[in-house]
């Protein structure tokens, strides 16, 4: 099997993982009032990569093989992957129309639906992380950080500088300040979390965090590529909606081709840093390299 | 002193606790992005009467002295009511100008920066509950049903009815599901955490409940008549709304008169059920006649 295939399959197979759990957790789709339910799984069931549990699941499996005790968390993460895109794609923020290939949540629901479906996956999130079979204790760590980490000193700090430096030259700090926290907060914690569910020692926390912010940076790097690049078709969301807003993005300061070595400089960081878990690192590995070569 | 100078005197104290709790909890209205901070202190120090940590506090002190051990949780408490205030003015919701007497949250700041205002209180309110002072057994159990009773079979189930059954004729029934969800959830929250933390018996905590829910459903018809015979600067929100937009009130299925006798009838009952506490429920048994006779 070539590595190509080999990571398409083993994403598959966590990818069902994650979406088994999300499903069983989650209301069923006629529960009252089935109208939020719906929505919730309409925007949740998009065929998303489910690239952050892959990276939690895939990092767990470095320190142990039990991968029962981390999916609620893996699942947990995408809950709150999936409200932030809901939430962006409002009017309000983004007004953005399609979302993983499909019709956004507030084009299908309304805008009022959509926004209580956000709130609704925020909670779940804490929700599903309650019911990990964890200790109390580390338990009750992983909620104080996925409160803080998605705070307004976090993801909403993110969020918030993207929408007001709209339309405005921003320089290079408040670039990285936005993607360390808009994109960045969710990558490194569904690695922090793979790690400390595994029981992994403070040295490798460190080291996979280290791994996290550059893969975290490239995918941003390479999004920003692909909003310029992309066919809508094949990466699922608008394109080319980054320049018509005038947007700041690594290609709109650095080029796309000095945005390109960038990533790959980072890309090639990132796979010295897993060279330290050898074999077991093979899937990760396949997956840092797709990073740089996905077309969605 | 009377009965309504005492009162006022420890509502006044309670409401300083919680205050002073969420400012040295919260980000400084200054620190980036401070947009976000700014919107946040503006909802949240705007006059609030801060009914749902009094009750959690006044709850706690039947059963244990040491309010130190309650007042993370009763802050945490008033968070999420807040973010619920944030989303729900919103245009895409209720599209309200005013609240607590002051020009609504979206309509100062904007309303990407309002959602994201009332994103960043509910995952506060998790990260406030995750600084109480209490075994993390407990603190694990408080964070789950937070989320529950939040989420989209509880708080969220409620709004949504709300909004679907707007301008349309319903039965009490559907009535009372979303003020059971809508207000009730995080009255009964709050008197049940306060159980909690304290310690409480069951027996105790199932009395409360009871409480709770009869003076949850009494607020809420006394709100429904204040919209119709209430003063707008006494009440600090919009008067008449209700009536404008149809919304089904009980006023509206019952008429002001029987609504009054309901409202009477609950307090009636929630005063027997604290007679049990003697001394020690003085104050929640001059709340519980204040809910009744209420101008705002």
Redesign the interface.
Known sequence: MTNKMQLKKDLKEKRELVNITLDRFL?RKD???K???KA?RHSLFAGGKRLRPFLCIRTFSLFNDNIEKVRNIAAAIELLHTYTLI?DD?P??DDDEYRRGRKACHVLYG???A??????L???A??LL??APVD??L??QM??E???E????GL??G???D??CEKKEINERTLNFIHKNKTGKLINMAIRFGCLTAGATNADIKRMNEYGTRIGLAFQIVDDILDIEGDQATVGKTIGKDAKVKKATYPSIYGVDRSREMAKKLIDEATALLSHYGEKAEILLMLTDYMLTRQF
Chains 1, 2 share one sequence.
């Open positions: 209301p529960e009252y009032p109208e939020v339910h919730i939430h409002l309000d923020i805008n009022d639906i926004l209580l479906a956000g709130d609704a925020l909670v779940s804490f929700e309650s019911h109390d204790a338990k009750q909620i104080k996925m409160a803080i998605c705070g307004d000193r909403i700090a969020q918030m500088m929408i007001l």
